[in-house]
């Protein structure tokens, strides 16, 4: 399975960006997958999650301001970021579970696969 990010970079504070996330050896279809960033010196952290049958949770901090959508024919995750802030500067990962989860939450353990990750800066 490969998960291969793209669609990172540099951005000005209230800007938008979206991020992409292609798999292959995998299908997106029906399975569990989610977006998480993490800042050097700093723990990974979730950013949302999305179970393909309109179950999908996102981190306070992002909240109103970040969507995960799909396109399965594909097999892209995506995550659309808008208002985009300094705080949001961080690697972004994509992460894909084995199989299907009915209750989306924020929790590494559920995946399986991880991709190699998308900077993504943010000034003023």
């Known amino acids: 399975v490969g998960l291969v990010e793209s669609g990172g970079g540099s951005v000005q504070v209230g800007g938008s960006l979206t991020l992409s996330c292609a798999a292959s050896g995998y299908t997106t279809k029906g399975k569990y997958m989610g977006w998480f960033r993490q800042v050097l010196g700093k723990e990974r952290e979730a950013v949302g999650t999305?179970?393909?049958?309109?179950?999908?949770i996102y981190a306070d901090s992002v909240q109103g301001r970040f969507a995960i959508s799909r396109d399965n024919s594909k097999n892209t995750l995506y995550l659309r970021m808008n208002n985009l802030k300094p705080e949001d500067t961080a690697t972004y990962y994509c992460a894909a579970a084995r199989g299907a989860r009915l209750l989306s939450r924020l929790l590494q353990e559920d995946f399986d696969y991880w991709g190699q990750g998308t900077k993504v800066t943010v000034s003023s």
């Open positions: 999305n179970n393909d049958y309109g179950g999908e």
